[in-house]
């Protein structure tokens, strides 16, 4: 069986989840979350973000990125993108479809920074032929597996607050982008600098899951009919609730996180010891390096990933993605291939 490089929600869960899970199995809680478990997680993150902020568990992170953009605007006004971004690729027209226009910006490395967002609002001043410019999108780590430093996100929150825009950061794989060697960015100034975010779950290490945190306290009133209406309140919270208390117990979350971006480094700095080129320079568990076709097709042998994009006749960009759960062995014997071929 080939071991797969191809997403970093292969595998279940974390022990940890599941012993819980199972010994909390007897136990009667109350629903819709407000079980214990999850007003105790909840209180853990506010704890680690330093904020007072509403907090709810919901399934996916598409769910969670539809139920927030579409809570936040307005009929008439817009989200802004990375052409990268997850709500523009890989979400079926979710946004779209609640009535909202995307407006891209091309960005090589996925960041999308205040000198990107000008243009954008420069075109889009006949009022009131034309959406309205509302909501910035960022994904930290990107879909290209590039993070934010702290300086980049305080700049953009400076930014947005001074032309009445709001920032919500897409966080599927926010403990990679955290725990990335170059970041100095942290949970709380996630917090500090953003209206709204969301922890991912489902790709470090839970079942499911991922936790809306939503700082801004004009968007907090009534958010909790958003989450009923969109079909994401459930009535068995606990089972989310008690994923993510596991997950934030004793940074069991950060480590999981650590431990995917290392394990992909592993595999990078052998890449570049062989002068391997990358589509992007990046720290976290995803890597993208450009490798011949024929190399490719002997890797495809005995590994799963995807083929991201054609550079050449010759040549082609793939996607790598460790887990939280990616062993030592797949990694060494990856890295032994790319070694006897170049």
Request: with cysteine.
């Given at each position: 069986m080939k071991f797969s490089f191809k997403n970093d929600y292969s595998e279940g869960c974390h022990p940890n989840i599941l012993k819980a899970l199972l010994s909390y199995n007897d136990d009667q809680q109350a629903g819709y979350g407000e079980d214990q478990y999850s007003l105790e997680a909840k209180n853990l993150i506010r704890r680690k973000i330093q904020s007072n902020s509403d907090i709810y568990f919901v399934s996916g992170g598409t769910q969670a990125n539809l139920i927030v953009i579409s809570s936040i605007l307005k009929p008439y006004q817009c989200v802004i993108s990375a052409a990268t971004g997850h709500?523009?690729?890989?979400?079926?027209?979710?946004?779209?479809?609640?009535?909202?226009?995307?407006?891209?910006?091309?960005?090589?490395?996925?960041?999308?920074?205040?000198e990107d967002i000008i243009p954008v609002l420069q075109s889009h001043k006949n009022i009131p032929h034309q959406v309205m410019p509302k909501l910035v999108y960022l994904s930290n780590s990107t879909e290209l597996g590039t993070v934010y430093t702290l300086?980049?996100?305080?700049?953009?929150?400076?930014?947005?607050?001074?032309?009445?825009?709001?920032i919500f950061m897409d966080g599927a794989r926010m403990g990679h982008g955290l725990t990335a060697e170059i970041t100095d960015l942290t949970l709380e100034k996630v917090a500090e600098f953003t209206d709204a975010f969301y922890i991912g779950g489902t790709?470090?290490?839970?079942?499911?899951?991922?936790?809306?945190?939503?700082?801004?306290?004009?968007?907090?009133?009534?958010?909790?009919?958003?989450?009923?209406?969109k079909g994401a309140l459930l009535a068995k919270g606990r089972l989310l609730g008690i994923q993510f208390l596991e997950l934030m117990k004793d940074d069991l979350y950060f480590e999981l996180a650590a431990h995917a971006n290392r394990q992909a480094m592993k595999i990078k700095n052998a890449m570049k010891e062989r002068g391997v080129?990358?589509?992007?320079?990046?720290?976290?568990?995803?890597?993208?390096?450009?490798?011949?076709?024929?190399?490719?097709?002997?890797?495809?042998?005995?590994?799963?990933?995807?083929?991201?994009?054609?550079?050449?006749?010759?040549?082609?960009?793939?996607?790598?993605?460790?887990?939280?759960?990616t062993a030592d062995e797949p990694v060494e014997e990856f890295i032994g291939i790319i070694k006897n071929e170049l």
């Amino acid at each position: 069986m080939k071991f797969s490089f191809k997403n970093d929600y292969s595998e279940g869960c974390h022990p940890n989840i599941l012993k819980a899970l199972l010994s909390y199995n007897d136990d009667q809680q109350a629903g819709y979350g407000e079980d214990q478990y999850s007003l105790e997680a909840k209180n853990l993150i506010r704890r680690k973000i330093q904020s007072n902020s509403d907090i709810y568990f919901v399934s996916g992170g598409t769910q969670a990125n539809l139920i927030v953009i579409s809570s936040i605007l307005k009929p008439y006004q817009c989200v802004i993108s990375a052409a990268t971004g997850h709500i523009l690729n890989n979400e079926t027209g979710a946004i779209e479809a609640t009535g909202h226009k995307i407006l891209c910006i091309d960005k090589e490395d996925g960041k999308v920074t205040p000198e990107d967002i000008i243009p954008v609002l420069q075109s889009h001043k006949n009022i009131p032929h034309q959406v309205m410019p509302k909501l910035v999108y960022l994904s930290n780590s990107t879909e290209l597996g590039t993070v934010y430093t702290l300086a980049e996100l305080e700049k953009l929150s400076s930014f947005c607050k001074e032309n009445n825009l709001y920032i919500f950061m897409d966080g599927a794989r926010m403990g990679h982008g955290l725990t990335a060697e170059i970041t100095d960015l942290t949970l709380e100034k996630v917090a500090e600098f953003t209206d709204a975010f969301y922890i991912g779950g489902t790709k470090n290490g839970a079942l499911i899951g991922e936790a809306i945190v939503i700082n801004n306290k004009e968007l907090q009133q009534d958010f909790a009919f958003n989450i009923k209406q969109k079909g994401a309140l459930l009535a068995k919270g606990r089972l989310l609730g008690i994923q993510f208390l596991e997950l934030m117990k004793d940074d069991l979350y950060f480590e999981l996180a650590a431990h995917a971006n290392r394990q992909a480094m592993k595999i990078k700095n052998a890449m570049k010891e062989r002068g391997v080129r990358f589509l992007s320079d990046t720290y976290t568990n995803q890597i993208f390096p450009i490798l011949s076709n024929s190399l490719i097709e002997k890797l495809s042998e005995k590994f799963e990933f995807y083929v991201w994009k054609k550079i050449d006749d010759d040549f082609s960009a793939i996607r790598l993605i460790t887990s939280w759960n990616t062993a030592d062995e797949p990694v060494e014997e990856f890295i032994g291939i790319i070694k006897n071929e170049l």
